[in-house]
């Protein structure tokens, strides 16, 4: 059974560790680049999860951190190929409809609604694939964790498997849940403190950090709970 009590403190086990983590979304700019090193980590922390090890990973190994944390934005762009070309579709579409509708006598109306009609099913299929997307994702770099294997992170017949289990789909609905709480929290606190601007900065930055260590734990231990 997954810990999710004991995945929400841990973070909290090693300030050090998690100060290091914040650090890398901290510096504006910067943070483009190093919080390549913080996904790197977070994969980590869902590593030793599945290991049943409750310590937080070292900061050691940068190098491999930072390539780590490089593969989870090459898979997420990977996934999101067919969701860009709905989108460019959508763009296309509309383009076309501005200018049936700027030359309306010209144009048969039939083919307004048909571009009108067009944009609907996109759009309706962009939210179902985004919703797809954003639920399988975790499994997904569950799967490029376990061992390392980039091709692993497209093995879509068993990522689905595991996916669409009852473990799994409640350990997301906790995640989400316990996402929103903290992007309510930190919306919260960035208002408060806004006259600042650093405040708000750390604050979000340490919530991140928080969030990452927390959700990866969750789905480390849930990937190997699912046989």
Do not use: H
């Not at 049936?100 to 307004?112: A, D, W």
């Amino acid at each position: 059974m997954v810990n999710f009590e004991g995945a929400i403190k841990r973070p909290f086990t090693d300030f050090k560790k998690l100060g290091i983590g914040a650090l890398m979304y901290m510096i504006p700019i910067v943070s483009f680049i190093t919080m390549f090193f913080a996904l790197g980590y977070g994969l980590e922390c869902a590593k030793t999860a599945m290991k049943k090890k409750e310590k937080l990973p070292e900061w050691t190994d940068w190098g491999n951190l930072f390539l780590k944390g490089l593969s989870v934005f090459a898979i997420a762009l990977i996934y999101a190929i067919p969701i860009g070309i709905i989108a460019a579709f959508m763009v296309v579409k509309a383009i076309q409809g501005i200018g049936s509708y700027n030359t309306m006598l010209s144009v048969q109306p039939e083919m307004i609604m048909s571009n009108m009609a067009s944009l609907g099913l996109g759009f309706i299929l962009l939210i179902v694939l985004l919703l797809l997307l954003s639920y399988i994702m975790p499994m997904v770099l569950m799967f490029f964790v376990d061992k390392w294997k980039f091709g692993d992170a497209f093995k879509l017949g068993e990522i689905f498997k595991k996916a669409f289990t009852g473990k799994y789909f409640v350990a997301w609905i906790v995640i989400m849940v316990y996402s929103f709480a903290i992007s309510f929290l930190v919306g919260i606190v960035s208002a408060i403190t806004a006259v600042t601007f650093i405040l708000p900065l750390i604050i979000s930055a340490f919530l991140n950090m928080v969030l990452m260590i927390t959700s990866m734990t969750v789905f480390g231990e849930v990937y190997k709970e699912i046989k």
